[in-house]
């Protein structure tokens, strides 16, 4: 308890002088091999009550973070996306979750050199509701925390204990657009959906057995969404806050 007074003390005194948050001490480095290739779904912010650690997230992913959006609200230089970063920092003590995203913010504009804006601007968006036929969703009876695990051998996304939000959060960032839940529920859900059983309709190979284009991963999702969740998406248009990164430097100042 006077810990969590003591930091509170503080970061009121710090915007009373006109001084943003910070973390008390913070590590900043480019991940192994700049993160090409890595499967985004390894992105991690794990949060505790005085600290964050961000393991090989892109930079937009840690400014979406910072700034309590979702990655398609970031835009910025065309890498923001591509390159990967450690970060681990530290408060003082124990504070809200919305103070440390306030310290982030702090801690990617000093070490990345990074300027940003806010705009709103007119988007594609879609609604998520029940199909026809209705929502075929298994409700979860195992206790824990919500986990998504791809396995990329058997084309297939398991997902355990997750509520209808998270996945929203997923179907926004893949289909860079809003995604507005009218399903109605409320619960955790245990789904597995086999992706290879989509590919093959959506892209059949060609006359020498090979496929002519990469699948496109919004109509797998869509028919994903319907035959197996017994969910649909519907297009529509509203605006959405965007956070612009201005200026930001590929190389942080480390440590």
């Not at 991690?44 to 609200?73: E, G």
């Not at 003590?93 to 940003?116: H, I, N, P, S």
Request: with cysteine; hydrophobic share 40%; proline share 6%.
């Amino acid at each position: 308890m006077r810990c969590r007074l003591f930091a509170a003390s503080m970061l009121l005194a710090s915007a009373a002088w006109g001084q943003a948050p910070a973390f008390e001490v913070a590590s900043v480095r480019a991940s192994q091999g700049g993160g090409r290739g890595m499967n985004p779904l390894a992105n991690r912010v794990v949060v505790s009550p005085d600290s964050v650690i961000m393991r090989n997230n892109s930079l937009r992913s840690c400014v979406a973070w910072a700034y309590h959006v979702l990655d398609y609200q970031v835009t910025g230089p065309d890498w923001i996306g591509a390159e990967r970063y450690m970060i681990t920092a530290k408060a003082g003590g124990e504070v809200a979750e919305e103070q440390l995203r306030l310290m982030m913010q702090t801690l990617l504009a000093e070490r990345f050199k990074m300027t940003v804006h806010r705009m709103t601007k007119e988007m594609q968006a879609y609604v998520l509701q029940p199909a026809k036929g209705g929502v075929k969703l298994k409700e979860s009876t195992s206790e824990g925390e919500p986990d998504i695990k791809p396995d990329q051998q058997r084309m297939t996304v398991s997902v355990q204990r997750t509520p209808v939000a998270q996945l929203i959060d997923v179907l926004s960032n893949i289909f860079r657009a809003p995604v507005i839940d009218e399903t109605g529920l409320k619960g955790k859900y245990d789904i597995t959906v086999n992706v290879a059983k989509y590919i093959g309709d959506i892209n059949p190979p060609g006359a020498g057995g090979t496929h002519e284009a990469p699948p496109d991963p919004m109509s797998i999702v869509t028919r994903a969404l319907q035959e197996e969740l017994g969910l649909k998406l519907e297009a529509k248009k509203m605006l959405v806050d965007l956070v612009v990164i201005d200026h930001a430097e590929k190389v942080p100042v480390e440590n």
